[in-house]
C-alpha cells in the first residue's frame, strides 16, 4: 500500500521561504505531484517530479529523492494569499495510476 | 474553457435519506474521478471513469454508494442510505490522459451533511 505523512500545520512571515516535507511508504510510484486548496476551495495542480530533482515554477518550486523516500515544496517570497493547505500525492503503479493524497499541511502566512 | 462543474454546492440530508451529487468534466477530458474529503484529511479517491468504463471503484462503498457515467461525459454519485460518516465535501475531478503529469482538475465540490 501507499502512505504519506505531512506536517499538519506550518506557519510563516510574509516575505518569507517555507518548506513543506512530504515523506512515503510505497511499493513504488510514477510521480510526486502537489495540489494547494484554500478553505473551502477546489484543489489546483501545482507542480509534478517524474523525476528526482528540482522543478521550478515561479515562486514554487518542488524537489524528489526517490531515494530517500522524500519530497519537498518549496514556497519563496510567501504571500498572505499562499495561506492554504498543500497536498502531496503519489501517481500509483496501478493499471489505473490514481492519485494518493497525504493528509495535506495548513500554510499560514502572517504579516 | 470553462472549468468542472458540479451541483448541487451543498446539501443537508438525513442519515438514511438518498442523495445524489451531478459532475459535468472539462470538455474533452476521458478521466472522471469522484474523490471524497473528510474535514481536516486529504481526498481519497472512490472511483474512476475511464471515458464511460470504471477503471477502479477499490474504495467505493459498494452497498450504499453508486456512480455513473453515460455517455462518457457528465456523471453522477449517489449514496442511498446515508450514514453520519458520509459528512464530508465531494469532489469531481477531470484530466486529459492518465499519463504524464497526471494533472486533475476540481469542481468546487459538494459539501454534505449528514444530520
Known amino acids: 500500500g501507499q502512505s504519506l505523512e505531512q506536517p499538519s500545520e506550518v506557519t510563516a512571515v510574509e516575505g518569507a521561504i517555507v518548506q513543506i516535507n512530504c515523506t512515503y511508504q510505497?511499493?513504488?510510484?510514477?510521480?510526486l505531484s502537489w495540489y494547494q486548496q484554500h478553505d473551502g476551495g477546489a484543489p489546483t495542480f501545482l507542480s509534478y517530479?517524474?523525476?528526482?530533482g528540482l522543478e521550478e515554477t515561479g515562486r514554487f518550486s518542488s524537489f524528489l529523492s526517490r531515494s530517500d523516500s522524500y519530497g519537498y515544496l518549496l514556497l519563496q517570497e510567501l504571500q498572505m494569499k499562499d495561506s492554504a493547505s498543500y497536498f502531496c500525492?503519489?501517481?500509483?503503479?496501478?493499471?489505473?495510476?490514481?492519485?494518493?493524497f497525504g493528509q495535506g499541511t495548513t500554510l499560514q502566512v502572517k504579516p | 474553457e470553462a472549468g468542472v462543474a458540479q451541483s448541487p454546492r451543498y446539501k443537508i440530508i438525513e442519515k438514511r435519506q438518498s442523495v445524489a451529487f451531478w459532475c459535468n468534466p472539462i470538455?474533452?477530458?476521458?478521466?472522471l474521478y469522484w474523490y471524497q474529503q473528510i474535514l481536516g484529511q486529504g481526498p481519497k479517491l472512490l472511483i474512476q471513469?475511464?471515458?464511460?468504463?470504471?477503471?477502479?471503484d477499490s474504495q467505493l462503498p459498494k452497498d450504499r454508494f453508486s456512480a455513473e457515467r453515460l455517455k462518457g461525459v457528465d456523471s453522477t454519485l449517489k449514496i442511498q442510505p446515508a450514514k453520519l460518516e458520509d459528512s464530508a465535501v465531494y469532489l469531481c475531478?477531470?484530466?486529459?490522459?492518465?499519463?504524464?503529469?497526471?494533472?486533475?482538475?476540481f469542481g468546487p465540490g459538494t459539501r454534505l451533511t449528514v444530520l
Open positions: 470538455s474533452g477530458h476521458a478521466t
Open positions: 510505497t511499493s513504488g510510484f510514477y510521480g
Open positions: 500525492a503519489v501517481r500509483d503503479r496501478s493499471n489505473t495510476g490514481k492519485l494518493i
Open positions: 471513469f475511464q471515458n464511460n468504463g470504471v477503471v477502479d
Open positions: 517530479n517524474a523525476l528526482d
Open positions: 475531478a477531470s484530466s486529459f490522459v492518465t499519463s504524464g503529469r497526471q494533472e486533475q482538475f
